[in-house]
């Protein structure tokens, strides 16, 4: 049974075709040669960017909930929740503001699609380890030699 893995969407309009990639069988070592290496950098450069975009998301993360502590201080608890204001009712009420709460979820998103790209990038240079590992056997059965062993005659 062979898994239907999909397509990858960033959004952005670029779409990876993982079932491809991923379950092709790699006769000849030279298309997947062609083929992955250029996958790889593909994900090297979305990694980058999405990293970028957690790191953006983790500051504007860190002001919102800034910004609601301040708010809070200011007059907008006794407003709005019961009780005294201490600083841990304070804290509480910091991860109850809709801003924070959607920074939160920015946060979570990007920390997400981190983790999904770097397990892609394992994914595919292993694909390509175990193509060339492949081709390597295929060379050694079929000349009876170790293709890291040089003739005495090239030497």
């Not at 993982?18 to 006769?27: A, G, K, N, R």
């Not at 593909?42 to 998301?57: F, G, H, I, M, P």
């Not at 595919?124 to 000349?143: V, Y």
């Given at each position: 049974?062979?898994?239907?893995l999909?397509?990858?969407?960033?959004?952005?309009?670029?779409?990876?075709?993982?079932?491809?990639?991923?379950?092709?069988?790699?006769?000849?070592?030279?298309?997947?040669?062609?083929?992955?290496?250029?996958?790889?950098?593909?994900?090297?450069?979305?990694?980058?960017?999405?990293?970028?975009?957690?790191?953006?998301?983790k500051?504007?993360?860190?002001?919102?909930?800034?910004?609601?502590?301040?708010?809070?201080?200011?007059g907008?608890?006794?407003?709005?929740?019961?009780?005294?204001?201490?600083?841990?009712?304070?804290?509480?009420?910091?991860?109850?503001?809709?801003?924070?709460?959607?920074?939160?979820?920015?946060?979570?998103?990007?920390?997400?699609?981190?983790?999904?790209?770097?397990?892609?990038?394992?994914?595919?240079?292993?694909?390509?380890?175990?193509?060339?590992?492949?081709?390597?056997?295929?060379?050694?059965?079929?000349?009876?030699?170790?293709?890291?062993?040089?003739?005495?005659?090239?030497?």
């Amino acid at each position: 049974m062979r898994l239907k893995l999909g397509k990858l969407n960033l959004g952005d309009g670029d779409t990876l075709d993982l079932d491809h990639y991923l379950s092709e069988d790699y006769d000849d070592i030279s298309v997947a040669s062609e083929e992955i290496p250029p996958v790889l950098e593909w994900l090297n450069d979305r990694l980058q960017q999405v990293y970028e975009s957690k790191l953006d998301a983790k500051n504007k993360l860190k002001r919102a909930e800034a910004q609601a502590y301040f708010d809070l201080k200011r007059g907008d608890f006794k407003d709005t929740y019961p009780g005294s204001m201490t600083e841990k009712s304070l804290e509480h009420a910091v991860q109850l503001s809709k801003k924070v709460q959607q920074a939160q979820n920015d946060y979570v998103l990007y920390s997400g699609w981190v983790n999904r790209l770097r397990g892609l990038q394992g994914s595919f240079s292993s694909k390509l380890d175990l193509i060339r590992s492949t081709e390597s056997t295929r060379r050694r059965l079929f000349t009876g030699k170790d293709p890291d062993e040089h003739d005495e005659e090239e030497d």
